[in-house]
């Protein structure tokens, strides 16, 4: 069954610097890939998410996330990162079009400081 | 428009108990979900329905039971709660869209505590 790792359970940058989170993902077929966000006492929202059209996914909020193949990974990052993107991150990873079979990441922290 | 919708937001039960977590969306979807989340382990799938009448078991479907009571609305219930059971509930939905591969939108989620 398809399965994601995500690197780092917690992650500190500071207000202004580059966020990179890391997802590596196993798949037996070509995957669909998601990158999600939680603020605190909130459900999940959808920031970007990989379906095969392009290798460079842009989200909300200055997101992004590469596809590599060859790497198994699905990398989200920030340019500058702001206060508000303090929140949990959660990599996913689906091999049917319906989410049937979503699998999440345990999760990454990111604190941002001032 | 609501989104999708939880209740109770809170609940503690004592082992042994039973209750039933109430979810309903108002976006017409077809698909709906029920996940647990628990620390250092992200979100594991339930129970799902693809559409009304149907459900089938996800990844951790042991001590729980699911009613797709129509389009909007999908109920979990654990007919006799144990401590394995506490945990964080969300509910979510989606429109099957092969084309677009439609997103999964969340409810804000019941923190049960089973002591």
């Known amino acids: 069954a398809q399965s994601v790792t995500q690197l780092g359970s917690h992650v500190s940058v500071s207000e202004g610097a580059l966020v990179l989170l890391r997802c590596n993902y196993s798949?037996?077929?070509?995957?669909?890939l998601f990158w999600y966000v939680q603020y605190p006492n909130q459900g999940l929202q959808l920031l970007l998410k990989?379906?095969?059209?392009?290798?460079l996914v842009k989200g909300i909020n200055g997101f992004e996330a590469e596809f590599k193949k060859s790497e198994t990974s699905f990398h989200l990052t920030k340019p500058s990162a702001h206060m508000s993107d303090a929140a949990e991150y959660f990599c996913?990873?689906?091999?049917?079009?319906?989410?049937?079979?979503?699998?999440f990441g345990a999760g990454t922290r990111l604190t941002v400081k001032p | 428009n609501a989104g999708v919708t939880q209740t109770p937001k809170f609940q503690v039960l004592k082992t042994g108990q039973s209750m039933t977590l109430q979810c309903a969306q108002d976006?017409?979807?077809?698909?709906m979900y029920w996940y647990r989340q628990d620390p250092g382990m992200g979100l594991r799938l339930i129970y799902y329905?693809?559409?009304?009448?149907?459900?089938d078991k996800g990844e951790v479907p042991n001590g729980y039971n699911v009613s797709r009571l129509n389009k909007r609305e999908f109920s979990l219930r654990l007919e006799s709660a144990a401590p394995s059971q506490t945990s964080v509930y969300f509910c979510?939905?989606?429109?099957?869209?092969?084309?677009?591969?439609?997103?999964?939108?969340f409810g804000p989620g019941t923190r049960l505590t089973v002591l």
């Open positions: 996913a990873v689906s091999e049917t079009y319906n989410n049937n079979d979503m699998r």
């Open positions: 990989y379906t095969s059209a392009a290798t």
């Open positions: 979510a939905s989606s429109e099957e869209d092969r084309s677009s591969y439609n997103e999964q939108f």
């Open positions: 798949s037996s077929v070509p995957p669909y």
């Open positions: 329905s693809a559409s009304e009448g149907t459900t």
């Open positions: 976006m017409n979807h077809n698909s």
